[in-house]
């Protein structure tokens, strides 16, 4: 038997039930709670100096850690079962056989399992899980890495925003370094695996209680392997910086300040995984005209006092070019606000606001004579009416 598989063994010969004080039928709930319990009254932060409940701390967690997870408890299930049958035996060319008579043969029944039987595979690969890997393959297989997210700012005009464009966007992102690709090491050289995290690519660490997490590792970075020599152009990061040139398309009725998500233009991945995402912070510039509040626009319409006293029928002008005509009811009030319907944003729905047109009453700064005889007569017709009344009433 291999030093990886009598390490297994030795765990197939713990009883994890036993450790959290279950029966091996106890349910999840029973498990977590009684793993709560002891845990809380084992932790090294409760119990400093008490080497023994440290060590019950450490195999309460390693027995939780399996028989806590429905998966892993399964397997572990079978290969307990495995260690009491004596499935174990060593037999030649690295597979293994019952230790009775039986005729059991340990590799067939892992093969039927999709493990790989004898020589590198069997046993160690179905229940490697179970261990995070210690002393398990000697190069572990790296996991592939979504690429990081990339944000950028693209300032357009207010007419797109409403509209919709597609701008060109200059982006400078991380990315694998290219003459190690992404490893780290100096090229030529050989990896090995990483020696504080046995290759799993992260660490445990406690955040109090009876609680822990994991953790990237801090000397792998999570990537698992790691080289004696650094690659010189990253100094062992593993990282580099691409710069390209992307389209993306802004959709219509987009307000200043909003994110757009554009899938798969981020960093480039790690070891085949997917790129990540770029996120465009838009900013939209001024209009010489219109204004904009939510999904409407909003334009100020100069009026005559005598269209404003008199009404009137007025022309006011759209974003998309067209005029609309506006019907200004007599004696309308100065800051009054007419809604024109569909003359706004698009909405998401593919319905759009409306255009609120705000009337500004003009106040002439000259007048020539016959205009000023016009305003004095009106003067004189209305002198008998109290304006400002109101503002002296108690």
Same mark, same amino acid.
């Given at each position: 038997?291999?030093?990886?598989?009598?390490?297994?063994?030795?765990?197939?010969?713990?009883?994890?039930?036993?450790?959290?004080?279950?029966?091996?039928?106890?349910?999840?709930?029973?498990?977590?709670?009684?793993?709560?319990?002891?845990?809380?009254?084992?932790?090294?932060?409760?119990?400093?100096?008490?080497?023994?409940?440290?060590?019950?701390?450490?195999?309460?967690?390693?027995?939780?850690?399996?028989?806590?997870?429905?998966?892993?408890?399964?397997?572990?299930?079978?290969?307990?079962?495995?260690?009491?049958?004596?499935?174990?035996?060593?037999?030649?060319?690295?597979?293994?056989?019952?230790?009775?008579?039986?005729?059991?043969?340990?590799?067939?029944?892992?093969?039927?399992?999709?493990?790989?039987?004898?020589?590198?595979?069997?046993?160690?690969?179905?229940?490697?899980?179970?261990?995070?890997?210690?002393?398990?393959?000697?190069?572990?297989?790296?996991?592939?890495?979504?690429?990081?997210?990339?944000?950028?700012?693209?300032?357009?005009?207010?007419?797109?925003?409403?509209?919709?464009?597609?701008?060109?966007?200059?982006?400078?992102?991380?990315?694998?370094?290219?003459?190690?690709?992404?490893?780290?090491?100096?090229?030529?050289?050989?990896?090995?695996?990483?020696?504080?995290?046995?290759?799993?690519?992260?660490?445990?660490?406690?955040?109090?209680?009876?609680?822990?997490?994991?953790?990237?590792?801090?000397?792998?970075?999570?990537?698992?392997?790691?080289?004696?020599?650094?690659?010189?152009?990253?100094?062992?990061?593993?990282?580099?910086?691409?710069?390209?040139?992307?389209?993306?398309?802004?959709? %219509? +009725?987009?307000?200043? !300040?909003?994110?757009? @998500? &554009?899938? #798969? *233009? /981020? =960093?480039?991945?790690?070891? $085949?995984?997917?790129?990540?995402?770029?996120?465009?912070?838009?900013?939209?510039?001024?209009?010489?005209?219109?204004?904009?509040?939510?999904?409407?626009?909003?334009?100020?319409?100069?009026?005559?006092?005598?269209?404003?006293?008199?009404?009137?029928?007025?022309?006011?002008?759209?974003?998309?070019?067209?005029?609309?005509?506006?019907?200004?009811? %007599? +004696?309308?009030?100065? !800051?009054?606000?007419? @809604? &024109?319907? #569909? *003359? /706004? =944003?698009?909405?998401?729905? $593919?319905?759009?606001?409306?255009?609120?047109?705000?009337?500004?009453?003009?106040?002439?700064?000259?007048?020539?004579?016959?205009?000023?005889?016009?305003?004095?007569?009106?003067?004189?017709?209305?002198?008998?009416?109290?304006?400002?009344?109101?503002?002296?009433?108690?």
């Amino acid at each position: 038997m291999s030093a990886t598989d009598g390490m297994r063994a030795d765990w197939a010969g713990k009883d994890f039930y036993a450790v959290l004080g279950v029966s091996k039928d106890a349910t999840a709930d029973e498990i977590k709670k009684a793993y709560r319990k002891l845990a809380r009254a084992n932790h090294p932060d409760s119990n400093p100096g008490d080497t023994a409940k440290h060590d019950t701390f450490k195999a309460v967690a390693e027995a939780y850690d399996v028989v806590g997870d429905a998966e892993k408890r399964g397997k572990y299930d079978q290969m307990r079962d495995l260690y009491r049958s004596g499935g174990f035996g060593q037999r030649g060319g690295g597979g293994y056989a019952d230790a009775g008579a039986t005729g059991f043969d340990l590799n067939d029944f892992l093969r039927d399992r999709g493990g790989t039987g004898g020589g590198g595979g069997g046993f160690g690969d179905m229940f490697g899980d179970l261990f995070g890997n210690r002393g398990g393959r000697s190069r572990p297989q790296t996991r592939p890495r979504k690429g990081a997210d990339v944000e950028t700012t693209a300032t357009i005009g207010f007419t797109d925003a409403i509209e919709g464009v597609t701008v060109s966007l200059r982006l400078t992102s991380d990315a694998p370094c290219p003459d190690c690709n992404g490893t780290g090491g100096k090229p030529g050289t050989r990896p090995h695996v990483c020696p504080e995290c046995e290759g799993a690519g992260f660490v445990v660490s406690s955040v109090g209680g009876a609680f822990s997490m994991n953790e990237t590792c801090p000397v792998c970075g999570g990537r698992q392997l790691v080289y004696d020599e650094a690659c010189p152009t990253c100094h062992g990061t593993g990282r580099g910086v691409s710069a390209r040139t992307i389209q993306a398309r802004i959709p %219509a +009725g987009v307000k200043s !300040g909003q994110r757009i @998500r &554009v899938k #798969g *233009k /981020g =960093a480039v991945g790690e070891h $085949g995984g997917p790129p990540g995402d770029l996120f465009v912070v838009v900013k939209v510039g001024a209009h010489r005209i219109f204004g904009r509040k939510d999904d409407n626009l909003t334009v100020d319409v100069p009026v005559s006092f005598a269209e404003a006293a008199l009404g009137a029928e007025i022309t006011v002008p759209t974003l998309s070019g067209s005029a609309v005509t506006l019907k200004i009811p %007599a +004696g309308t009030p100065n !800051g009054r606000t007419f @809604r &024109v319907r #569909g *003359k /706004g =944003a698009p909405r998401k729905d $593919g319905t759009k606001g409306d255009l609120l047109a705000t009337v500004q009453v003009q106040v002439p700064a000259k007048l020539d004579p016959a205009a000023r005889e016009a305003v004095e007569a009106y003067r004189a017709a209305t002198a008998g009416i109290p304006l400002r009344a109101n503002l002296f009433e108690s």
